[in-house]
């Protein structure tokens, strides 16, 4: 794989679930956009959010992005939701969006086996009405700047894989 795959898409919607699937499958590695940012400031993404606020997340995933972009090649860069928003997506590598809907994306985090976890970790889901709101905001852009837009709900793991195969064309 010469270009990095980018995975983007909302909270909740799997990205991290795929894009392991994927990196086991097809034998790439696999790098997670909040786990870069925890692991250069030393804290945890929801800590971030509550001492220094939204917008210097935003800033660190910036500088996430510039770093990837000078140094990463061949390799999945699975995202936080919000990172959709760098200057420099774009350059990045192929972009593939995970698409699904508010409710699917709900009941998914809502019965997911350690789902309290997986809420608390999420600042921006933590009230339903809210992040249903910013969902509304984001699901067009979402669809503007992908390359290639895959619909999680109505295909199995193994199809989603496939898709993702091919905008990265590389075969097993
Ligand atoms: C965010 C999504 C989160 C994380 C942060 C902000 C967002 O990542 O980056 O809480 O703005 O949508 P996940 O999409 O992995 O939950």
Redesign the pocket.
Same mark, same amino acid.
């Given at each position: 794989m010469e270009k990095n795959i980018i995975l983007i898409g909302?909270? =909740?919607v799997g990205? =991290?679930t795929i894009a392991r699937a994927f990196a086991k499958e097809y034998k790439v590695y696999n790098i997670d956009t909040?786990d870069l940012i925890e692991s250069k400031t030393n804290k945890e993404?929801k800590k971030i959010?509550e001492r220094y606020g939204e917008e210097r997340f935003r800033a660190l995933e910036q500088e996430t992005a510039n770093w990837i972009e000078a140094n990463v090649k061949g390799t999945l860069v699975s995202c =936080?939701? =919000?990172f959709y928003k760098v200057n420099n997506l774009k350059s990045l590598g192929t972009v593939v969006l995970l698409d699904a809907s508010f409710e699917w994306i709900h009941k998914r985090l809502k019965n997911a086996k350690n789902s309290k976890a997986k809420l608390a970790k999420?600042?921006?889901f933590a009230k339903e009405k809210e992040a249903k709101k910013l969902y509304n905001e984001r699901a067009e852009i979402y669809r503007q700047v992908a390359d290639v837009i895959v619909d999680v709900e109505k295909l199995a793991t193994k199809e989603i894989l496939e898709i993702i195969s091919q905008a990265a064309n590389i075969s097993k």
């Open positions: 909302f909270m =909740g990205k =991290g909040d993404v959010f =936080g939701g =919000g999420r600042p921006l």
